[in-house]
């Protein structure tokens, strides 16, 4: 089945402690973004990533990084999270020459 | 830079009312269109979408979107709602060249579908 997979799917976590959301797709797409949704703001992108060690960054990178060794994963590392953090992260990849994107089911993350 | 704008942020109707949400973008290209619904607790999935051709365009659930664009506009239809169709709608454009081009979401539009 044709799926994009994050983990944790819920983590809460204090501030200043390193975490990673894991984010892994089996569709062979070359194209994966995170993006963070907040109450009125809808989706706004973090990161993206054209390929294998190719990234760039999106509209909201402040206190993100991301790394993509495999085609497959790309996850999102937040070195010192701040409550201002908190939301619901979504991971996506999209296939060359297409325009739907493929989402993930999501990562609340709760930083108190 | 491409922006989308969706003017109802939140619509309450009864089951089998007519639907139509609205989505205006700025982008001085061609573009491609999509809508994306979110249920309650899930994720994205693609609703429908157009890249070209005939500007009235047939997605899944009994949706259907049509492009005008004299009125940079790609609003949503629904001629009889469900309950079911209690969810969150996004639309979202991206300019159509070739490799990676960013896709950008409007803020949404929560249609609450009263029994």
């Known amino acids: 089945e044709a799926q994009v997979t994050q983990n944790p799917r819920y983590l809460i976590t204090v501030t200043g402690k390193k975490l990673t959301v894991t984010c892994s797709q089996n569709?062979?797409?070359?194209?994966m973004s995170w993006y963070r949704q907040d109450p009125g703001l809808g989706l706004r992108q973090i990161y993206y990533?054209?390929?294998?060690?190719?990234?760039d960054k999106g509209d909201v990178p402040e206190g993100y990084k991301v790394s993509r060794k495999e085609k497959r994963n790309f996850p999102l590392i937040l070195e010192s999270p701040s409550p201002n953090q908190t939301s619901l992260y979504f991971c996506?990849?999209?296939?060359?020459?297409?325009?739907?994107?493929?989402f993930g089911p999501g990562t609340r993350l709760t930083v108190t | 830079a491409q922006s989308v704008s969706q003017h109802n942020h939140h619509v309450i109707l009864s089951e089998a009312a007519s639907l139509e949400l609205g989505c205006n973008y700025s982008?001085?290209?061609?573009?491609?269109l999509f809508w994306y619904v979110q249920y309650p607790g899930q994720h994205l999935q693609l609703l429908l979408k157009y890249f070209s051709g005939d500007p009235l365009v047939k997605g899944i659930k009994g949706f259907e979107a049509e492009f005008i664009k004299s009125k940079f506009s790609f609003n949503l239809r629904k001629p009889s709602v469900q309950w079911s169709d209690t969810a969150e709608y996004f639309c979202a454009v991206r300019p159509p060249a070739g490799g990676y081009q960013k896709v950008t979401f409007g803020t949404g539009t929560k249609l609450q579908v009263i029994p």
């Open positions: 569709m062979n797409h070359e194209y």
């Open positions: 996506a990849s999209m296939g060359t020459g297409r325009g739907e994107q493929y």
């Open positions: 990533s054209m390929n294998v060690e190719v990234t």
């Open positions: 982008y001085g290209g061609t573009v491609n």
